[in-house]
Each structure stands twice: as C-alpha cells, then as structure tokens.
C-alpha cells in the first residue's frame, strides 16, 4: 500500500507543481521548512523520491551531475493535474523554470509564481487561453504592487536591444485589437488599461551585471529619445550563468 504524503508534504508536492521544479536549496528558501532548512529540505527530496512522488533529472545533461527534482505521474495525479507536468523538462524550459524559481525562492524578497488557475481566479477580466503564465505579484519600492511578468534572458552577453523589442511586441500581441480574436478583445481591452495605468511590468532575470546594465542604458536611451519603452524591472540571478553554460565535466 502506497503511503500517502503528509500535509507537509502535499505543500512540498505543490511548490514543485508551481515551479515545475526544485532542488534543495531552492526548496529551503521558501520557508516552508524552519530550523535547518537546507538539511531538512534535502531529505524530504529524497524520501519524496524514494517513496515514488517526485522523479529527478539532469540539471546540466552532459557536464555537472546535479540533479532537480520534478513531479511523479503519480503525485500529478494526487495533485489533480495532467500527467505532462511529470515529465523532464526539455533544455529551454529547464533553464527559464531554474532561473525563475532561483529567483523567487531564493532571493529577498520570497515571490511566489502564480498558477494558471490561481492567475484565472485572481485576474479573471485578462484571462484567455493560449497565454503563457508566468506571474507573480511585484510589489516596489513605493509599496505600490503590481502584476509582473517573469522573462528569462538566455541569450548570454548580448542583444539586449532584442530583448526590449521582444517585450514591446509581447504588449503590442496582447493590446492591439486587430491581432486578437473578437472574442478576446475584452480581456485586451482591460488588459491595455492595466498597463496604462502601471499596474504591470516585466522582470527580466539575466544572468550578468553587465547585461542588466546595458538593458538599463537602452531603455534611459529611448526614454530620452521619446521611444516607445516597455515597463521593464532587470535582476541578477547569477546562477542562471551555469544553467546556459554549464562547465566541462571534471
């Protein structure tokens, strides 16, 4: 008879659902554990996994041996979800899911992404399908909280100036009309005013300080130069370095 997960662990069980994955260190800094988090974290990874609710992969395929951890089909189905969120990640969503769980779980302040039904519920006038969810609630230095939209700079040093392109055309796909289909016009509509209003940015997580700096001085550039200029928040997640280029095996 299969032993089924403690509330402890159903919330352990919930974090990897929401992020798609999770290794020790970032389980510990969502404080579900207290005390010894990194230690305690470690085992209940590894008993998860021992007891069939959690799988591991490859987290650099090739070089380093360290392994993440993802939902089993079987906790797929004791959380309710399909059985797609069980399977490894391929190379591209394994390096954007690392880098956005790094940094809201391990950084300060703790972010939680949303979950597709949690961004349904909460934000029901913008929804429709076919959106990519990655959100979470960003609240700023002047208190104010805002909608924020987790993309991932996986290309290295350079082309930040696509990057912020990237971001324009992103809002252009989801507020200009003409691009949408009738039906959806309304969520559009609401969504435009949310950004009219500064109710929404994007984080952009990169992986150098210097990319983060050029991003920062071509948006001051367009801004003075009255450019079109997304709302867009830059941050270091210093470890996202290794995930696009991992080390040579020793």
Do not use: N
Not at 10 to 33: K, N
Not at 150 to 165: E, H, Q, Y
């Amino acid at each position: 008879m299969v032993k089924q997960p403690s509330e402890e662990d159903r919330v352990v069980l919930e974090h990897v659902f929401r992020y798609r994955l999770t290794l020790p260190q970032i389980l510990a800094g969502t404080g579900i554990f207290s005390g010894e988090g990194d230690h305690q974290a470690q085992e209940t990874l590894e008993r998860l996994g021992c007891d069939g609710w959690l799988s591991s992969a490859e987290l650099y395929p090739g070089h380093r041996p360290e392994q993440y951890y993802h939902l089993s089909e079987r906790a797929a189905k004791f959380l309710g979800q399909d059985a797609i969120v069980a399977q490894p990640l391929k190379h591209d969503s394994r390096v954007e899911c690392f880098a956005i769980a790094t940094f809201c779980c391990c950084g300060k302040p703790f972010r939680e992404l949303m979950t597709k039904e949690e961004f349904k519920s909460t934000f029901a006038k913008l929804w429709y399908p076919g959106q990519p969810i990655r959100h979470y609630l960003d609240k700023g230095d002047d208190g104010t909280v805002r909608l924020a939209f987790l993309k991932v700079d996986t290309a290295g040093t350079g082309r930040w100036d696509r990057l912020i392109d990237s971001c324009s055309h992103f809002l252009r796909q989801r507020t200009d009309e003409s691009r949408i289909a009738k039906e959806h016009r309304p969520h559009a509509r609401e969504f435009a005013r949310f950004v009219e209003r500064d109710q929404f940015r994007f984080t952009v997580l990169t992986a150098l300080p210097e990319k983060k700096r050029a991003i920062e001085l071509e948006l001051a550039r367009r801004t003075l130069s009255r450019e079109p200029v997304p709302p867009i928040t830059v941050h270091v997640v210093p470890e996202l370095f290794e995930a696009i280029f991992p080390a040579p095996q020793m």
